[in-house]
């Protein structure tokens, strides 16, 4: 009401004249009374510990044990793996090899177990069945200092993890196509040697279970990095000098994984120091990497149509005409693109290559960055690793030990180096696979 009158909805505001600091009256009819919710305000430390992780978005962290940062930054890393979850929660005692020995089937078992319990809580888990199975396989990793446990090097800790886990989650009597890890993280290598002072020439294959970004003054980037890794030179017996000479080795990659692993060579033995020393320089890394260059030729050809459907499906989402020699496309090609934008939320169903859906799906040589492993301090047997990893809704998490700390993806490809701060060690790329 204005000065005693209704003003009404058409009312028109210019011949009101409304003054600075009056008041205005306002009435209408009361609204039905708000009810009390029937149920109060739960908070996330009331719920049961199955729905707490889900409801704060992401897996526990890890009590540090004691020097233990390298075992948990290598466990949440590569827990991030859901087919290799689906893999362990398959693995049963009744089914364990006959040729497994005990030590590595209480790792595996071991690892399960631990790979469960995170996915249970939001509150931090205590790791010790895991460690004391990983210093009962490899003693290495309970070395004592003054009657301390050492820092070990979390390479060492991710290696022999897997290798193990790629003895146990291989069925019995089963080839190279029924082998989990191999699928899952397993590059495999073509290789020329090349002697230029007798003129041997030869070639091997080998698979391997990561790639190697070698650091050097030339070196600013992963991809210069992985160029130095897959040459190098190395000395062995001539049988046609009858002595040692110098063999160059040049590789290619000629079979991609699901997983692709990039282990930054930053630590070297110093003489001098009779300890393994780090190099800080820093090296920068794409959240996006293509691996097509470092490809063997027979390679390249079987990436070029799933390359070129990539291709047309991102255009397609950016509005852009696909070319008349790619429209006749196989139809409901939305429905054929399987995880083109990189993100982690597979069901587990690969999680051997014989699979159904490992056979749908064709790897394009186009990765996307889901985990990163980093070293803070000068010397591997000292400092502090953590883990940075990307959760299902694309956010990321920085597990340091029990402390799980949102992070913005704009700040994980600044850990690379050049200074004290954390740095990538080992890289973990996750391909971006399409339907054919």
């Avoid at 039905?32 to 719920?47: N, Q, R, S, Y």
Wanted: net charge negative.
């Amino acid at each position: 009401m204005v000065k005693g009158g209704l003003l009404k909805d058409d009312a028109d505001w210019k011949t009101v004249g409304i003054k600075q600091g009056q008041k205005l009256m306002m009435m209408g009819t009361a609204d039905e009374i708000v009810k009390a919710p029937e149920k109060g305000p739960v908070f996330v430390e009331d719920l049961p510990e199955e729905e707490q992780a889900v409801a704060v978005g992401h897996s526990a962290g890890l009590f540090n044990l004691g020097n233990t940062c390298y075992m948990n930054s290598t466990v949440q890393c590569l827990h991030s793996v859901p087919e290799l979850k689906s893999a362990l929660l398959q693995y049963r005692p009744s089914g364990r090899r006959n040729d497994l020995d005990q030590t590595s089937h209480m790792l595996t078992v071991a690892t399960r177990d631990l790979f469960s319990e995170l996915d249970k809580t939001a509150k931090p888990v205590a790791p010790m069945q895991f460690w004391m199975s990983l210093r009962k396989k490899y003693p290495q990793f309970g070395q004592l200092h003054n009657g301390v446990f050492m820092q070990q090097d979390a390479e060492e800790c991710w290696t022999q993890l897997l290798y193990t886990l790629s003895l146990s989650l291989r069925s019995p009597g089963a080839n190279d196509n029924l082998d989990t890890i191999k699928a899952l993280f397993g590059i495999e290598l073509v290789s020329r040697m090349h002697c230029q002072e007798s003129g041997e020439e030869s070639s091997e294959a080998e698979s391997v279970y990561s790639l190697k970004c070698h650091i050097s003054q030339e070196v600013n980037h992963l991809h210069e990095g992985l160029k130095h890794g897959l040459k190098s030179e190395l000395e062995k017996a001539s049988p046609p000098l009858g002595r040692s000479a110098i063999y160059i080795k040049e590789s290619r990659i000629n079979g991609l994984p699901r997983y692709l692993t990039i282990q930054f060579v930053r630590f070297f033995w110093k003489r001098e120091s009779n300890q393994k020393a780090k190099i800080l320089r820093k090296v920068d890394y794409p959240l996006e990497l293509d691996v097509y260059d470092f490809c063997s030729s027979d390679l390249q050809k079987k990436l070029e149509a799933p390359r070129q459907f990539l291709r047309d499906e991102e255009g397609k989402k950016l509005g852009l005409k696909v070319a008349e020699k790619n429209a006749a496309a196989p139809k409901d090609d939305d429905e054929k693109m399987a995880d083109a934008e990189g993100s982690s939320n597979t069901n587990g169903e690969s999680s051997v290559a014989s699979s159904q859906d490992a056979e749908d799906t064709q790897l394009t040589g186009v990765y996307d960055l889901v985990a990163v492993l980093t070293h803070k301090g000068r010397s591997a047997d000292s400092g502090h690793y953590v883990a940075w990893v990307k959760q299902e809704d694309g956010k990321w998490i920085e597990y340091d030990d029990d402390n799980p700390i949102p992070q913005r993806e704009e700040d994980i490809v600044k850990l690379s180096g050049g200074g004290d701060w954390h740095m990538a060690y080992i890289c973990m790329y996750k391909a971006r696979v399409v339907r054919m």
